[in-house]
């Protein structure tokens, strides 16, 4: 039987070939570890930002989980006291925390009397909306919302409702606020925090109710 000896042409091909198919799996690889790379060291988007960050509000929505503990998770809603109910533990209170930081402690209480090494994760379903009310002599007034996971002060507040109408009494500012329960009426002076550049602003509040007084001719 004759042996077939490859002609140098067809030697040449293959390890062309063959070269060919090397560089594209390295360049295969090469692409594939930097998406790799990329995901994980990847930055958190400018939401997940602001929820890692911002505080419990009353009308939060979360959801707490417990690993390998069905029976405990629950989809809960922060109360106006910041309080919320939890399987076991009952009614802990929330409110004004970070999640990381309402992640330890719930973490911390279900590990002190009923599990060995819990892990919780606690996740924001649905942010509340943060409002205030502005009433009387501004030139749109209503119910406007907190920028998120920013402060709010009395002046910013009136610019929101369009700032003073021609009748506007600044030195009249009347401010309702419900603290734990109980009402509060703060008399404000608009027109002496505007001249005085070196103390700050009152701080608005959510839930907030402002009225601009009427001047009397």
Not at 69 to 79: E, K, M
């Amino acid at each position: 039987m004759p042996t077939f000896f490859p002609t140098p042409f067809v030697l040449k091909s293959q390890l062309r070939f063959l070269a060919f198919a090397i560089i594209f799996l390295l360049a295969v690889a090469a692409r594939a570890a930097d998406l790799s790379s990329t995901n994980i060291n990847a930055k958190p988007t400018a939401k997940a930002e602001v929820i890692n960050t911002r505080h419990l509000q009353p009308n939060d929505m979360l959801q707490v989980s417990v690993y390998q503990q069905p029976d405990l998770t629950a989809n809960v809603t922060v109360d106006d006291r910041g309080m919320v109910m939890l399987p076991l533990l009952g009614a802990v209170n929330l409110g004004g925390q970070t999640l990381e930081q309402a992640t330890i402690q719930v973490q911390n209480l279900y590990d002190k009397d009923y599990l060995v090494d819990p892990k919780v994760t606690i996740q924001v379903g649905q942010m509340a909306v943060l409002r205030f009310t502005i009433l009387g002599q501004v030139q749109r007034p209503g119910s406007y919302e907190f920028p998120p996971n920013e402060k709010l002060n009395l002046m910013e507040g009136i610019a929101m409702g369009g700032g003073y109408t021609r009748l506007a009494a600044p030195s009249k500012v009347t401010l309702q606020r419900n603290v734990n329960g109980v009402l509060k009426v703060y008399y404000l002076d608009a027109d002496a925090m505007a001249r005085d550049q070196q103390n700050n602003p009152f701080q608005l509040q959510p839930g907030d109710t402002i009225t601009v007084g009427e001047r009397i001719f």
